[in-house]
């Protein structure tokens, strides 16, 4: 089937780290970046070898470039070039927003239980 990547986008390295665990203990394969800009470079790199993320976990508040400037990058600059990728909100923001009015398939508030964002990437991903 290839290899499942996942990338996960949070300025939080204990988020990162566990969920990135626990992807990979579900066959994944998880990159992690700390905030947009690093995740968009990562994705032209990847691009250029025909590797895509099969999902992105990313969280909305971040430093350098945040979420909701990713999202609006994904939809116009990316889409032009490449496979928009299903996208994962986690988010501590109050007032969870709404997975469809952000476009996106899912949004988890922190706290969440990893299975439960797992089984939402499986429900991506396959």
């Given at each position: 089937?290839?290899?499942?990547?996942?990338?996960?986008?949070?300025?939080?390295?204990?988020?990162?780290?566990?969920?990135?665990?626990?992807?990979?203990l579900d066959g994944y394969a998880p990159q992690a970046v700390c905030e947009g800009r690093a995740a968009l470079n990562w994705m032209h790199n990847?691009?250029?070898?025909?590797?895509?993320?099969?999902?992105?976990?990313?969280?909305?508040?971040?430093?350098?470039?945040?979420?909701?400037?990713?999202?609006?990058?994904?939809?116009?600059?990316?889409?032009?070039?490449?496979?928009?990728?299903?996208?994962?909100?986690?988010?501590?923001?109050?007032?969870?927003?709404?997975?469809?009015?952000?476009?996106?398939?899912?949004?988890?508030?922190?706290?969440?239980?990893?299975?439960?964002?797992?089984?939402?990437?499986?429900?991506?991903?396959?």
């Amino acid at each position: 089937m290839g290899e499942r990547v996942v990338l996960v986008v949070d300025d939080n390295p204990a988020i990162r780290d566990m969920v990135s665990w626990a992807l990979e203990l579900d066959g994944y394969a998880p990159q992690a970046v700390c905030e947009g800009r690093a995740a968009l470079n990562w994705m032209h790199n990847a691009a250029r070898e025909g590797r895509y993320p099969a999902v992105i976990l990313l969280d909305l508040a971040m430093s350098g470039m945040d979420g909701d400037a990713f999202l609006a990058y994904l939809r116009t600059e990316w889409k032009s070039l490449y496979p928009v990728p299903s996208v994962i909100l986690i988010t501590a923001r109050a007032g969870v927003p709404n997975a469809q009015a952000m476009g996106v398939a899912y949004v988890f508030a922190k706290p969440f239980h990893v299975r439960d964002l797992l089984d939402a990437v499986h429900d991506l991903a396959n």
